[in-house]
């Protein structure tokens, strides 16, 4: 069987966007590009709720295609854009860029590409699939990414995990 992986990125306060979702601060040096290269190897599928996966169309697609990229940023591009996606939205009406969007039962979805044969999967979330994915315990491996800065902000790790075990 297949394992999810949350790969997250968050605050030093354990926050994983700043004010109006802002994530300017996650940093992307050498060393997190290697980390994140080893890892994609490693999976298939990615899932992302509808606001990380906005986030990452606006990126991701061309990147694959920029000449004032690094060759190891394109190469990496060329990655994140061959893998399978599935997009968890209830308002998100199609999606591009080798993804699916699943509006229904996010465990029932879950298990299902569990089952499926392949490499692992990489949950790339935002703070509400998170929860969701806490919630119904789908979480086999966290892999939480902490840099150095401090938000004070309501979308921190500790308030996600305390309200995916109080509601």
Partial sequence: MRKITLSMVMSLDGFVAGKDGDCSWHVMDEEMHDFMDRFLDTVDTLLY??????KMLQYWPSAEFDQTSTEKNRLFAR??????????????????????????NVPLEAEKLKLQPGKNIALFAGANIAQTFMKHDLIDEYRLIVNPVLLDRDNGYLTILRKANTS
């Fill in 49 to 54: 709720g509808r606001i990380a996966y906005e």
């Fill in 79 to 104: 990655k994140m854009n061959n893998m399978n996606k599935v997009v968890f939205s209830r308002t998100l009406e199609k999606a591009e860029w080798n993804a699916r969007v699943v509006k229904g």
